[in-house]
């Protein structure tokens, strides 16, 4: 996104595509799009490194991430 950025593109706003790991219609459970990893066996939820760095792009209004 940054890249996009600084290469004159207008960007305004960014989300995640999903909080949690879940059932995808079209993959079931084999495809993992969240932030936070789910183990599928015991519901335990452990952020991801994107969470992390996601954390720091909204501290940092995107600016300087790495």
Known sequence: MWQAIESGIPVTGCYAWSLMDSFEWSLGYLQRFSIVHVDYATQKSTPK????WYSQAIKNHG???D
């Open 63 to 65: 600016i300087n991430i």
């Open 49 to 52: 490194d994107s969470t992390y």
